[in-house]
């Protein structure tokens, strides 16, 4: 499949664009609409992904390795929690990090296992707002040929979060940058856009300008919604907490492929550049907040080049809503008192915006997306709920190990030092 960038630059293949992350012109590769996909879609994750995943490797390098990718991703379920008749919780923390990350960076590391040279060192370059960087770490650890370079904003993760993504060593090294993810996000992307930086540590995207990344998020979407279509549910609309945008994305890609899903709604934090622009049509982007669902914390979400150039009437794909910390409080008390289900501060946001969305009397299926484990927001969850919250075995092994973090400073001359090398 060739893709494009979305400032019209040349096209490439699909493996050539999951090679280099970010196009030349600086654009995001995006590929073309494909005609909706028929089917048959087998019963489980692993077959479905297959089977949407299929045409866009159709002619690619990685084609012939696909099954084995998914395999090598796929190990985890992303089941759908029912709360009613007709109310879901999608639950995407079942991977080794407890976030939706999981998936996109599992793929992606598989990925480029097979399409990097392994007679040199690529750096795979990722910033993080929270969940990513641990979520790519994990996916890299140990690989041959890689290392992982991660840039997180001191301070504004939570203190499981900063843990885990100092707690790999080996050939994934963390750094706390003295400022915000948008900080960290700048500072990548100027790192990209540097030619002689770039080629000289074989720099890779693992954020989620990603498609390699991007790309198997489509999947629990289609897993999600052909369930409940099959339980006698009807198509299903989704509330997608998001920051960067890349997982809401995903789902808009799964719909536009022939899934039957409805509506689409997303819902941020007081981060409210997302929804300010699906309100307004106007998209300005702001110095992000800190907040208490810290993995949200953008104000210059990446994936709003591919949105609008994807769907230039963005308010006829989706909706969007945003939530304030005390909102998110009042919520997780509320889920646990009404529904007995724990939830995360991302996943409390999704929520909201939910009963506001059925307060003005939506119908039909509705499922949130529950992008991580309430385990990793220890400190924000339990003072609210008076107990503790249970931590899954993997995270509970990442915790006890000890973490390491290096400070740096937010500019990309601090970073090539870092990296061992200057920038131009």
């Known amino acids: 499949m060739k893709v494009y960038s979305t400032r019209g630059g040349s096209e490439v293949s699909l493996s050539e664009a999951i090679s280099v992350g970010l196009a030349p012109d600086g654009g995001l590769y995006t590929p073309p609409a494909l005609a909706a996909h028929s089917g048959p879609w087998g019963a489980d994750l692993q077959s479905r992904v297959s089977t949407l995943l299929r045409p866009f490797f159709a002619g690619e390098v ?6 084995q990718i998914i395999g090598e991703t796929f190990t985890f379920d992303a089941p759908t929690k029912w709360l009613s008749d007709d109310t879901g919780l999608l639950e995407l923390f079942h991977g080794p ?10 793929f992606l590391a598989a990925c480029l296992s097979r399409l990097t040279k392994v007679d040199r060192l690529t750096t795979v370059l990722v910033a993080t707002s929270g969940d990513t960087g641990a979520a790519v770490a994990s996916a ?28 790999f060593g080996e050939n994934v090294a963390a750094f706390k940058v003295s400022g915000t993810f948008d900080d960290c996000q700048r500072v990548v992307k100027a790192a990209f856009g540097d030619r002689a930086l770039s080629t000289a540590h074989a720099l890779v995207s ?12 489509m999947a629990y979407y289609a897993h999600a919604s052909l369930s409940a279509h099959e339980a006698g549910k009807g198509s299903s609309s989704f509330v997608v907490p998001t920051g960067n945008l890349g997982n809401a994305f995903a789902c808009l890609l799964a719909k536009e492929c022939g899934l039957p899903i409805d509506r689409v709604v997303l819902a941020t934090n007081a981060n409210r550049v997302l929804a300010d622009f699906v309100a307004t049509g106007h998209y300005e982007p702001k110095d992000s907040l ?25 308010t006829k794909v989706v909706e969007a809503d945003w939530v304030d910390d005390e909102t998110i409080r009042t919520t997780i008390k509320r889920t646990l008192d009404e529904a007995g289900e724990i939830i995360c501060p991302h996943t409390a946001c999704g929520v909201e915006v939910l009963r506001r969305v059925r307060s003005r009397g939506a119908q039909g299926t509705w499922l949130v997306a529950a992008t991580a484990h309430p385990a990793k927001f220890d400190s924000i969850v339990e003072p609210l709920i008076g107990r503790p919250v249970p931590v899954p075995p993997a995270l509970a092994q990442l915790l006890a190990r000890p973490s390491h973090a290096e400070p740096l400073e937010p500019t990309v001359e601090a970073l090539a030092a870092a990296l061992g090398g200057r920038a131009s």
């Not at 990090?97 to 599992?106: C, L, M, P, S």
């Not at 693992?206 to 998020?217: D, E, F, T």
């Open 140 to 167: 890299f650890h140990r690989r041959p040929g890689f290392r992982v370079v991660i840039l997180y904003p001191d301070g504004r993760v939570s203190p499981r979060q900063a843990h885990q993504l100092g707690a």
């Open 97 to 106: 990090t407890a976030a939706f990350k999981d998936f996109g960076a599992r």
């Open 62 to 67: 990685l084609e012939h390795s696909l099954e």
């Open 206 to 217: 693992a954020n989620s300008i990603s498609l390699g990344r991007l790309l198997p998020q």
């Open 290 to 314: 800190a907040t208490l669902a810290n993995a949200m914390d953008v104000g210059s979400p990446s994936n709003v080049e591919r949105l609008r150039h994807r769907f230039p009437e963005v």
